[in-house]
T-cell receptor, first 113, second 110 residues
Framework: DAGITQSPRYKITETGRQVTLMCHQT?????MFWYRQDLGHGLRLIYYSAAADITDKGEVSDGYVVSRSKTENFPLTLESATRSQTSVYFC????????????FGSGTRLTVV | AQRVTQPEKLLSVFKGAPVELKCNYSYSGSPELFWYVQYSRQRLQLLLR??SRESIKGFTADLNKGETSFHLKKPFAQEEDSAMYYC????????????FGTGTRLQVTL
């Protein structure tokens, strides 16, 4: 199916563990993004990527790592999970052209205990 | 730096009443403005873009550069409009990162 998919939908992990959230898109859009959604903060940008092998930090990147070896995948890794990283994580992608605006995935609800 | 402000966390209106969700922005260049909507526990969906001047589900938004605002309006609220609404901004010219406001929850009651 065409679109943008995130996995897993739900994840519970322990403090200090490494966890990777996956994001896959089928359109070959250049731009991909990771946001976290928290009550009172709205959506905050963690990392973004303009193309394969090009990534840049957003406003809340500490404790997170990304990679983009292939255009269609943009995994987000929490190197050592902390309780403050409990959140809903959204991946998004866009082509950066006339069809401005981005398409979001369904989100991953991560709980760090 | 770019910033988006949505001053209201919650807006409660009666069905059939007019709706105005406020959005103000700060950006040094010419911005691209968007409204996204998120229904309960669903993904964010693009509602409208200022560049296309469209009307989606009865909602409209006009970019006012003098007041640096992009308020979302609908003349008659419906129950199904109840959702979280986010205003977002991107730099003009080329696609770049979207900066979101903190969101406003619209609650439409009978």
């Amino acid at each position: 199916d065409a679109g943008i998919t995130q996995s897993p939908r739900y994840k519970i992990t322990e403090t200090g563990r490494q966890v990777t959230l996956m994001c896959h898109q089928t359109w070959s859009h250049s731009y991909m993004f990771w946001y976290r959604q928290d009550l009172g903060h709205g959506l905050r940008l963690i990392y973004y990527s303009a193309a394969a092998d090009i990534t840049d930090k957003g406003e809340v990147s500490d404790g997170y790592v990304v990679s983009r070896s292939k255009t269609e995948n943009f995994p987000l890794t929490l190197e050592s999970a902390t309780r403050s990283q409990t959140s809903v994580y959204f991946c998004a992608c866009g082509d950066g052209g006339v069809n401005y605006g981005y398409t979001f995935g369904s989100g991953t609800r991560l709980t760090v205990v | 730096a770019q910033r988006v402000t949505q001053p209201e966390k919650l807006l409660s209106v009666f069905k059939g009443a007019p709706v105005e969700l406020k959005c103000n922005y700060s950006y040094s260049g010419s911005p691209e403005l968007f409204w996204y909507v998120q229904y309960s526990r669903q993904r964010l969906q693009l509602l409208l873009r200022h560049i296309s001047r469209e009307s989606i589900k009865g909602f409209t938004a006009d970019l006012n550069k003098g007041e640096t605002s992009f308020h979302l309006k609908k003349p008659f609220a419906q129950e199904e409009d109840s959702a979280m609404y986010y205003c977002a901004l991107s730099g003009s010219g080329t696609a770049s990162k979207l900066t979101f406001g903190t969101g406003t929850r619209l609650q439409v009651t009978l």
